[in-house]
């Protein structure tokens, strides 16, 4: 055993309960905790808080360059943005709409219907129809425990709308709004059950497809600084950054899983800081659960679980322009079109601001493909796909810039995770079920929100519930335990 992991040294603390993470969940938990006495240090990997959501000024642009948008049932995140003294506005939405079909034709509309022929757009209500149905029966707490369940969940959407419709454009289009809009995966990659749970999160499928809901509001000075604002309530002897979390001892020397004993306390070994608690809440992604090491091995039934939860990938592309010029034509800025390369595009232009800008979405197996390709090419390939929306000024921004969350390595992917086929209705009722001491808090384990901050919000919420009604021990308490 290194020095690092010997209790006692100067960096050893002790505290009520320790939550890995400081993003959304990780800071709602502690904040819950916090507000009821407990003692918490959150440690986060980055040397920002914040997680999924980070706003900064690259050349001179404010940029969202992880989650920004709220949908107005996100009513955890909306209430905590006004307790916090935030403000929010509204995406612009005026004027005519883009949609660039299967024929490659680019056609203007208003309202929520796509301007594709008659028997697609017949189809496409058709479906929405059928998913709403199945979100309705469904719900969205436990879509594992469904009697569809597995039917479900073992065929892939890209499948599951084909035996349903001849209409290959009304298929793509629906696909569309799940996989490249969503979970940001290829439809064949996730199951029907994992897209009625991506829409139940949201009410119905109709509200996930009307991006005017969706994609409402913005946090006025970005979302991460709701983050900031909890982090700075929390304070600098809560919140420790660039405190990545290498290993959790959960049980006594040699204890197994089978063998714990509640109570025992748990250690929690960082890079600069080693923390002694009753309580840990790992408010990280899954996919990355397997970065902390867990003294004793967790559970086979989580090892294997986690293996089938993955993110998927998109580039998020922001081009800024000297003025908003898609509006000077009555064009909203919005743009759908699922052959294109961009498959999305909205006018993301910040709030008072007289410069406008796009916001255009690259994902899953297009991702791919662009990001094999020299970062010029990738741009000129990019912007095209925008001018094909909006016009030729699109391909000249004054400002460039790609998120890209698939290269962090306390991310690795967006938006958040799903489940591989037939993985939700077999590991979902586990995915929260804590191992001793450790509870799991993120947005890709939500209910209502799930992928999204409010989920984030919801999950920290819960774990700091569940604690605080387990009634956790004070850290005194722990004096003198056995390791
Ligand atoms: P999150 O990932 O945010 O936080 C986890 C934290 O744990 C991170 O800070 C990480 O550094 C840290 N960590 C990881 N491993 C660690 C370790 N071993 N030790 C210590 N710390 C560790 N949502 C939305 O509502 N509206 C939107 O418009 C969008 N759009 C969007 C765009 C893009 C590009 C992305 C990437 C994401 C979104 N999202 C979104 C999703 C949203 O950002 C996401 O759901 C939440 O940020 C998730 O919050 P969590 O706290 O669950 O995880």
Excluded at 172 to 191: D, E, Q, R, Y
Excluded at 438 to 455: F, K, M, N, T
Aim: one cysteine or more; a negative charge; glycine letters at 10%.
């Amino acid at each position: 055993m290194t020095d690092q992991r010997t209790l006692g040294s100067e960096t050893a603390i002790e505290r009520d309960v320790v939550v890995v993470g400081a993003g959304p969940a990780g800071l709602t938990a502690a904040r819950e905790l916090v507000a009821a006495g407990r003692t918490v240090a959150v440690l986060e990997a980055r040397d920002r808080v914040g997680g999924r959501t980070w706003s900064k000024t690259v050349d001179g642009a404010f940029l969202e360059i992880g989650g920004q948008w709220i949908s107005p049932d996100q009513t955890e995140l909306l209430a905590l943005v006004e307790e916090l003294g935030l403000e929010t506005f509204q995406r612009y939405r005026e004027g005519e709409s883009v949609y660039v079909g299967s024929d490659g034709v680019r056609r203007t509309y208003t309202g929520s219907l796509f301007p594709a022929s008659e028997r697609t757009v017949a189809e496409m209500e058709r479906l929405i129809g059928v998913l709403d149905d199945l979100v309705e029966e469904i719900g969205v707490e436990q879509p594992w425990a469904h009697p569809l369940a597995r039917e479900l969940d073992t065929v892939s959407f890209h499948s599951w709308l084909r035996a349903r419709s001849g209409d290959e454009e009304a298929c793509t289009n629906i696909g569309m709004f799940i996989a490249g809009a969503m979970l940001t995966k290829p439809s064949h990659a996730f199951s029907t059950l994992q897209a009625v749970l991506m829409a139940a999160s949201a009410g119905s499928f109709s509200n996930l497809v009307d991006e005017d809901f969706i994609l409402d509001r913005r946090v006025v000075g970005g979302m991460q600084s709701v983050s900031e604002a909890v982090a700075a309530q929390l304070g600098e002897d809560v919140v420790f950054l660039d405190t990545p979390v290498r290993t959790i001892r959960w049980a006594g020397e040699g204890e197994t899983y089978a063998e714990h004993v509640p109570g025992t306390p748990v250690t929690v070994w960082s890079d600069r800081l080693t923390v002694r608690a009753k309580d840990v809440v790992v408010a990280v992604p899954p996919n990355l659960y397997s970065r902390i090491s867990f003294e004793p091995p967790l559970p086979r039934l989580q090892h294997q679980m986690h293996q089938h939860q993955s993110l998927g990938l998109v580039i998020k592309v922001h081009a800024v322009y000297e003025t908003p010029f898609w509006r000077d034509k009555g064009l909203s800025g919005t743009g759908f079109g699922a052959h294109e390369l961009c498959q999305e595009v909205y006018d993301n232009t910040n709030h008072e601001d007289p410069r406008g800008t796009l916001v255009g979405f690259v994902s899953d197996e297009k991702a791919d493909a662009v990001l094999a390709l020299p970062a010029e090419e990738r741009k000129r390939r990019i912007l095209e796909s925008l001018s094909n929306y909006l016009g030729e000024e699109a391909r000249d921004p004054v400002v460039y810039y790609e998120s890209d969350f698939g290269s962090e390595e306390w991310t690795r992917g967006a938006y958040a995770a799903s489940y591989d086929l037939g993985g939700l209705h077999r590991y979902g009722a586990h995915q929260r079920t804590p191992v001793g001491p450790i509870r799991w808090a993120c947005s890709d384990l939500a209910a209502e929100g799930y992928q999204h901050v409010d989920g984030a919000l919801r999950q920290g919420r819960l774990a700091a519930a569940e604690i605080l009604g387990a009634g956790s021990a004070p850290a005194a308490a722990l004096q003198g335990a056995a390791r």
